[in-house]
């Protein structure tokens, strides 16, 4: 764990970035200033950040030094604060940036343990179950340990516990017990532990404890792929954006997109829509029968921005070009890649935008209602938005007051400030059409579309 330390570049999504206007990268730079300055003037907190950032690397672009690791968390152990005596036996443990001395690591993680650090009592049990670091062979104590630091929800004590359920002890001290040890490895891969995933694969593919089911395992072994090799790619391609090597960032996103990865399917059709890296589509004259089979449709609406807001009325120029049409398509294409895997309530808000809009495809308000209804389903403020819209104006479904009023409801409730002017303004004018549609039933206004009356008003 990352004391202070909050971001990851693997999972920044670029839409978020530009919408902000300010990068990840920089926010990590400040905060690393940030903990350092406080860590030179005696913060516990800062000490420990630093001393995990210099252990492990990779934040802000700073390289693992062992030794500034071993003295900030030496520093902080001055406090007996449990988590700097944690890492500072696990320095003593690995020999980084001091001698190795296992008795020394011993005394530190008891020390810990203690005062009540799971990692640390997760170590001594591991030393008691081998007999090593000084310690002498104690599979009760051991269990012991793993048992309360498993109470506290530590992946890798539940993850021990599962071995020693599957394997049994060479003593007998625990039996084989495939169920009990499945459900082991299931609440450790829970609170994240990817061994521990690829553990329940092993036996949901040869059915230990459970039946087997080939699909299961690899639903398990996807999520070990996705963690470690999504992990470095994501990063790659955000240091090349960050770096303003648009083109590089985006081929690194498309082949972690190609491999299942939501963040990357995101960001590919991202930097497609904002034409972002792609020189590519200018420079290659060659046919492509995917987009040179489709007419050049006009694009009738007006810009499409991140939110995604409907608005019938103001038209963009006509004969959009081969380009801007075929990067269109490539951004459509990902964001379905990205709807696929039922998580992304973004990606479905884009698509119905772009067939409401006919980005890259034909206009098609009917097709924009089924993705804005699975947005909207994932509690989207937006996509509800756009559906109270189009059912008050009959766009792409029968004209409904009830509905439309429904949806605009519940879009303040889904996000109550960014949702609360535009649905109040869409419930006012909700009324009027409804009180200007009785009026009309009974013929007293003919041929006015109320509107339109209404803004030559205003800009009288």
């Known amino acids: 764990m990352k004391p202070g330390i909050k971001l990851y570049t693997d999972t920044v999504r670029l839409r978020d970035e530009y919408e902000q206007g300010r990068s990840t990268l920089d926010e990590e730079r400040d905060l690393v200033q940030y903990y350092e300055y406080n860590a030179d003037n005696g913060s516990l907190e800062s000490l420990i950040t630093m001393g995990v950032i210099y252990l492990e690397g990779g934040v802000s672009g700073i390289e693992k030094n062992y030794d500034k690791a071993f003295a900030y968390f030496k520093k902080a152990a001055r406090t007996e604060d449990p988590s700097a005596l944690y890492h500072l036996g696990f320095m003593y443990q690995n020999g980084y940036g001091v001698e190795l001395n296992m008795e020394k690591a011993v005394d530190l993680y008891r020390q810990a343990s203690r005062l009540g650090n799971l990692p640390a009592t997760t170590r001594l049990a591991v030393m008691y179950l081998t007999g090593t670091g000084g310690t ?25 516990l599962g071995r020693i359920h599957f394997t049994g002890t060479k003593n007998g001290e625990v039996e084989t017990h495939h169920i009990l040890a499945r459900d082991y490895f299931l609440k450790s891969a829970q609170v994240g532990n990817d061994v521990a995933f690829y553990n329940l694969g092993i036996m949901h593919l040869n059915g230990y404890g459970t039946t087997a089911s080939c699909s299961t395992a690899m639903s398990h072994f996807r999520s070990v792929v996705e963690h470690f090799w999504h992990k ?36 590919a059709a991202w930097m497609y829509e904002m034409d972002l890296g792609t020189d590519h589509l200018r420079s290659n004259t060659h046919f492509d029968p995917d987009l040179d089979s489709n007419p050049l449709v006009h694009t009738p609406e007006g810009s499409f921005g991140e939110g995604g807001i409907v608005d019938r009325h103001g038209r963009e120029p006509s004969g959009s070009s081969y380009t801007e049409y075929a990067r269109y398509r490539k951004a459509l294409f990902w964001y379905k890649m990205a709807s696929e895997e039922k998580v992304s309530a973004y990606a479905n808000l884009k698509i119905g935008d772009f067939y409401y809009y006919g980005k890259g495809t034909p206009e098609d308000p009917s097709k924009a209602v089924i993705y804005y209804q699975l947005a909207s389903g994932y509690r989207d403020a937006q996509a509800t938005f756009n559906l109270a819209y189009m059912y ?46 009785h009026v009309n039933a009974g013929g007293l206004i003919l041929g006015v579309n109320w509107d339109t009356l209404l803004l030559a008003i205003l800009s009288s």
Do not use: C
């Open 232 to 267: 470095k790619a994501l990063v790659a391609a955000y240091k090349e954006y960050a770096d303003g090597h648009f083109d590089r960032a985006l081929i690194k996103y498309e082949i972690a997109a190609s491999m299942g990865s939501v963040i990357a399917q995101e960001n």
């Open 136 to 160: 002498s062979q104690d599979v009760q104590r051991s269990l012991e340990l793993f048992d309360t630091s498993a109470k506290g929800k530590e992946p890798w004590s539940l993850l021990h």
């Open 392 to 437: 008050h104006k009959g766009i792409g479904l029968p004209k409904d007051f009830n509905l439309a009023k429904r949806f605009y409801d519940t879009a303040i409730e889904y996000d109550p400030e960014e949702a609360y002017f535009p649905s109040i303004m869409g419930l006012g004018l909700l009324m009027v059409d409804q009180a200007l549609e």
